[in-house]
């Protein structure tokens, strides 16, 4: 069965994840998004943390309100990672 985490911004975040799923593998995936910034300093720090200490599987930058390009993409991921086909 897959997991899907929908929002995380903190490194012990992914940390519990991988504790919790053992070996099994994490897809990570990360989107950002043009002019779109972290609701303070903390958060922003988190997330430079993750940028230099987390190898994410997929990562792409977006233009704000580009929906239909996110859902393109994470159709792309999905056929490309069986796991996270549907059952």
Known sequence: RSVVVSDWRYL???GCMQEKLGPRP???IR???FG???ANQEEQDSIDLLGKQV???YA???KEG???GIREWAAEIV???PALQPV
Do not use: G, H
């Open 36 to 38: 779109l910034n972290a």
């Open 12 to 14: 012990n975040e992914l």
């Open 55 to 57: 190898q994410f599987t």
């Open 66 to 68: 580009d929906i239909a």
């Open 79 to 81: 056929a490309a990672q």
């Open 26 to 28: 994490i897809v990570t």
């Open 31 to 33: 989107i950002s998004r």
């Open 60 to 62: 792409k930058m977006f």
